[in-house]
């Protein structure tokens, strides 16, 4: 079966410092990849995604980017954090074509992140 | 996507049924309905898609009328652990682009 590993679980950083937040897909291949944060009592934002090795599409022009080493693996990025980039971060994917047209999102259990 | 609107929380109790509506107006052809239950802490997960009538599986039952504008999610007999925030969402299950509104909080009370 599937499964999707997301970490670290919680973390604090401080104002300026780098994030390297890692994303990995068990059992499945050639998944479209998708990264979302969620404010408190918000919905979800999604930031990017990816249907496939080192394609990013990036939705909210942000302090965030992405990317996609290898098939399973989805990384985000940031060079110098920013307060407002305190959130719950979530990993996710779904089959890719030609089964996405009728393949549900499957999360990870999210990363809380608390920029300082 | 088919903008999708749905009540901002929802309070039942044990035992009880609880019935979510989602509204989209402007639903295309193509478009499924998909819903999903976030925990907190938690990522979302899948509870039920469908196109049209009534999808039911072994957590809910999903109702489309026939011009499917809107649709209701249905939990039967809710405990303490449905307590959640449940997610409307409406549009081609291919496309990438899956943007998740504020959803319904479900309160279940003793």
């Known amino acids: 079966s599937q499964t999707i590993h997301q970490w670290p679980a919680t973390l604090v950083q401080p104002v300026g410092s780098p994030l390297s937040l890692e994303c990995t897909v068990e059992g499945t291949s050639n998944p479209n990849l998708y990264w979302y944060r969620q404010a408190a009592g918000r919905g979800l934002q999604l930031l990017f995604y990816?249907?496939?090795?080192?394609?990013i599409s990036s939705e909210v022009p942000q302090n965030l980017s992405a990317s996609r080493p290898q098939d399973r693996q989805f990384i985000l990025s940031s060079k110098k954090l920013l307060l407002s980039d305190s959130g719950f971060y979530l990993c996710?994917?779904?089959?890719?074509?030609?089964?996405?047209?009728?393949?549900?999102?499957?999360f990870g259990n999210g990363t809380r992140l608390t920029v300082t | 996507l088919a903008k999708t609107t749905q009540p901002i929380s929802m309070d039942s109790y044990e035992g009880q049924e609880v019935n979510i509506t989602c509204s989209h107006n402007n639903i295309a052809t193509n478009d499924y309905i998909t819903w999903y239950q976030q925990f907190p802490s938690q990522g979302p997960r899948f509870i039920i898609q469908?196109?049209?009538t009534k999808v039911t599986n072994e957590v809910a039952s999903l109702f489309i009328p026939a011009d499917r504008k809107s649709s209701t999610l249905s939990l039967p007999r809710v405990s303490l652990s449905d307590t959640a925030v449940y997610y409307c969402?409406?549009?081609?299950?291919?496309?990438?682009?899956?943007?998740f509104g504020a959803g319904t909080t479900v309160t279940v009370r003793a």
């Open positions: 996710a994917w779904r089959q890719g074509r030609p089964s996405s047209y009728n393949s549900p999102l499957h």
């Open positions: 469908g196109y049209k």
């Open positions: 969402l409406v549009g081609l299950l291919g496309d990438y682009k899956l943007s």
């Open positions: 990816s249907v496939g090795i080192g394609q």
